[in-house]
């Protein structure tokens, strides 16, 4: 398999307007130490955003950059324009270190829901029912607005959008994911598959959920993150109704091989349906939580030991 390895910021801490733990350089350094050849851009802001400090950054590690993520309340058809400015605002910071790094990847404009902003999804995450899901009216609302997004950014820059899945926001449940892809243009928008984030969001422990969304999605796929799930974790948060921010202190997304996500197995079905794409691993963490850098060299050394990644 011609697939390469990328970490991102959030398994340093650094998380969605979370806070941040360590600076980029030496977020950077770690990653480079640590085995991996490829990143993503983090919170806006995080990283240089002129663009001639960003591509230094990034020759000089000799790392590809693959995405940046913003999240928008698509619901909120008042919200949309702003979102957008601010996606097409990562859109083309990403244009401008296109070239560095891999000559056959280009990066991709990573779309989401401002997660965690709707209390119900906040508090309910990873138990999304039907009930919790969108109404006909917020659906076409939301659609639009995400095709709106991702159509701009294709003839504005020309680069190329995924719709990131995401635990405490609107389009967490597999039947959310289904939906919207088929209420937005595939010209235009792709998936990221977030291993973890389906695996909670699917409401089980079955790790073989992941293997069957993989076969589903397969045509919409242009984009995977591997992130594990750990089951005891996952059963706890349920139990006791845990937050989003609890779930995730309390260490749901934990190290690869420590879950329920068999990556072996995910990395042979990926290989099947013919993914030749990159592989942005991420262990989604609270600033301060563990130690980033030794997490991240064990994800790596599991990766390479039961997947030869």
């Known amino acids: 398999m011609n697939i390469k390895l990328a970490n991102a910021p959030c398994s340093w801490g650094t998380i969605e307007g979370w806070g941040q733990s360590i ?3 030496k977020m950077l350094d ?3 130490e640590t085995g991996y050849v490829g990143t993503e851009l983090g919170d806006y802001g995080f990283m240089p955003t002129d663009a001639a400090a960003l591509r230094e950054a990034l ?3 000799n790392l590809t950059m693959l995405g ?3 999240g928008v309340y698509f619901k909120d058809p008042s919200e949309h324009r702003a979102g957008i400015e601010k996606i097409l605002r990562n859109a083309w910071l990403l244009k401008s270190v296109a070239d560095v790094g891999d000559p056959n990847t280009q990066p991709f404009v990573v779309i989401a829901d401002e997660h965690s902003r709707d209390a119900h999804r906040f ?3 990873g138990r999304i029912t039907k009930e919790l899901s969108f109404s006909e009216s917020d659906w076409k609302t939301f659609a639009a607005g995400v095709n709106t997004a991702a159509k701009a950014v294709h003839d504005e820059t020309g680069l190329r ?11 967490e449940a597999p039947h959310e994911i289904e939906e919207l892809l088929a209420r937005t243009d595939s010209r235009y928008l792709g998936l990221v598959f977030d291993t973890g984030h389906y695996l909670f969001g699917s ?3 079955d790790g073989n959920m992941v293997l069957d969304a993989l076969e589903k999605f397969k045509e919409r796929l242009w984009y995977v993150h591997f992130k594990d799930c750990s089951p005891s974790v996952a059963a706890e948060a349920r139990e006791k109704k845990f937050n989003y921010k609890q779930a995730i202190g309390a260490g749901v997304f934990c190290e690869l091989g420590h879950g329920s996500v068999d990556f072996a197995a995910v990395t042979k079905k990926l290989e099947q349906i013919g993914y030749s794409g990159w592989i942005c691993v991420e262990q989604d963490v609270l600033p301060g939580m563990g130690e980033p ?3 991240a060299k064990r994800n790596r050394e599991h990766l390479a030991k039961v997947a030869g990644l």
């Not at 959008?161 to 389009?171: D, M, P, W």
């Open 23 to 25: 600076d980029y350089a």
């Open 30 to 32: 770690e990653l480079v």
């Open 59 to 61: 020759t000089s590690r």
């Open 68 to 70: 940046a993520y913003e």
């Open 123 to 125: 508090e309910n995450v």
């Open 161 to 171: 959008s995924v719709f990131h899945h995401h635990c405490s926001g609107y389009i």
């Open 203 to 205: 409401g089980t422990n």
């Open 293 to 295: 850098k030794q997490s």
